[in-house]
């Protein structure tokens, strides 16, 4: 019986002890098993709040770097969904901003360009910013030899220098004919220099503006000659129509040989001036 019991005694402890080793286990790998979903919950939650965060930053740094098209998600919790709405938001102004500024930029471009006057914008540190076509090939210069260099290093001609300098020195606007001889032809400019002023009276620079005024001077030069032409010839008959009229009118009319003689030279010389002032309309037609 004595046997039996301890035998008995030490199948229960040997039980009890397997019991504990296999709760024991079992508590572990319950205990594992838990911190195992407690990791994911709280990596799932982290990453629900840091994700949209992290999207945001990325976006941000996007839009710090001049990308204006990169977007944000709008998702997550409330408080980071309003941040991403915001940054969209800031996203597409600063879109739109840089659509327009281009749109602007474009304009007067094309408006430099295409304008029949030469143009040159020179900085406050006295270097060229802004040139046109016209200017480069009216003064035979590639665009790398102006653009960014200082004006008086370029071989401008003196008369055009004077200007840029009197418009640094007084900062007001100045008007000035000058000839400009360019290879073997001497030209007539009007130049046109002002200060640029900006926001705040900020100081900018100058901007010149060249018109080439050598064809309308021609021109002018044609019609004075026309017109002291013009007057020349007309002076002749209307000086003879005149004088035989004032001698008709001096008592000549009484000689009835002599009135119709000077009659005649009257109707000679009228008829002339009919047919100046006729040439003179048929020319004003054409021009």
Same mark, same amino acid.
């Given at each position: 019986? #004595?046997?039996? /019991?301890?035998?008995?005694?030490?199948? /229960?402890?040997? +039980?009890?002890?397997?019991?504990?080793?296999?709760?024991?286990?079992?508590?572990?790998?319950?205990?594992?098993? %838990?911190?195992?979903?407690?990791?994911?919950?709280?990596?799932?939650?982290?990453?629900?709040? /840091?994700?949209?965060?992290?999207?945001?930053?990325? /976006?941000? +740094?996007?839009? %710090?770097?001049?990308?204006?098209?990169?977007?944000?998600?709008?998702?997550?919790?409330?408080?980071?969904?309003?941040?991403?709405?915001?940054?969209?938001? +800031?996203?597409?102004?600063?879109?739109?901003?840089?659509?327009?500024?281009?749109?602007? %930029?474009?304009?007067?471009?094309?408006?430099?360009?295409?304008?029949?006057?030469?143009?040159?914008?020179?900085?406050?540190?006295?270097?060229?910013?802004?040139?046109?076509?016209?200017?480069?090939?009216?003064?035979?210069?590639?665009?790398?030899?102006?653009?960014?260099?200082?004006?008086?290093?370029?071989?401008?001609?003196?008369?055009?220098?004077?200007?840029?300098?009197?418009?640094?020195?007084?900062? @007001?606007?100045?008007?000035?004919?000058?000839?400009?001889?360019?290879?073997?032809?001497?030209?007539?400019?009007?130049?046109?220099?002002?200060?640029?002023?900006?926001?705040?009276? #900020?100081?900018?620079?100058?901007?010149?503006?060249?018109?080439?005024?050598?064809?309308?001077?021609?021109?002018?030069?044609?019609?004075?000659?026309?017109?002291?032409?013009?007057?020349?010839?007309?002076? @002749?008959?209307?000086?003879?129509?005149?004088?035989?009229?004032?001698?008709?009118?001096?008592?000549?009319?009484?000689?009835?040989?002599?009135? &119709?003689?000077?009659?005649?030279?009257?109707?000679?010389?009228?008829?002339?001036?009919?047919?100046?002032?006729?040439?003179? &309309?048929? +020319?004003?037609?054409?021009?």
């Amino acid at each position: 019986k #004595r046997l039996v /019991t301890a035998l008995i005694d030490v199948d /229960t402890s040997a +039980l009890l002890d397997v019991a504990q080793d296999r709760f024991f286990v079992a508590m572990v790998f319950c205990s594992f098993v %838990a911190f195992i979903i407690i990791g994911i919950v709280i990596n799932r939650t982290v990453r629900i709040f /840091t994700e949209p965060i992290e999207n945001a930053t990325r /976006t941000a +740094l996007e839009l %710090a770097k001049g990308n204006y098209r990169a977007r944000a998600f709008e998702n997550g919790v409330s408080k980071t969904a309003q941040l991403s709405k915001s940054i969209n938001i +800031l996203a597409r102004n600063l879109q739109d901003m840089t659509t327009i500024r281009e749109i602007e %930029a474009e304009r007067l471009k094309t408006l430099v360009e295409n304008m029949g006057s030469s143009l040159m914008m020179i900085g406050r540190e006295g270097t060229i910013s802004i040139v046109n076509r016209v200017f480069l090939k009216r003064f035979n210069y590639a665009y790398d030899q102006v653009r960014g260099k200082g004006f008086r290093s370029i071989a401008l001609p003196d008369d055009i220098v004077e200007v840029v300098e009197h418009v640094f020195l007084t900062e @007001t606007p100045i008007r000035k004919q000058v000839s400009v001889q360019i290879g073997h032809e001497i030209r007539q400019n009007e130049i046109y220099g002002a200060p640029v002023v900006g926001d705040h009276g #900020r100081w900018l620079g100058v901007v010149l503006v060249i018109h080439d005024v050598t064809e309308l001077m021609r021109l002018e030069q044609i019609r004075k000659d026309f017109v002291a032409n013009v007057s020349h010839e007309l002076r @002749t008959p209307i000086t003879s129509i005149k004088g035989f009229s004032e001698t008709l009118l001096d008592g000549a009319y009484k000689d009835e040989a002599m009135l &119709l003689s000077f009659l005649e030279i009257i109707y000679k010389e009228s008829d002339r001036i009919q047919i100046l002032v006729q040439e003179l &309309l048929e +020319l004003s037609k054409k021009f």
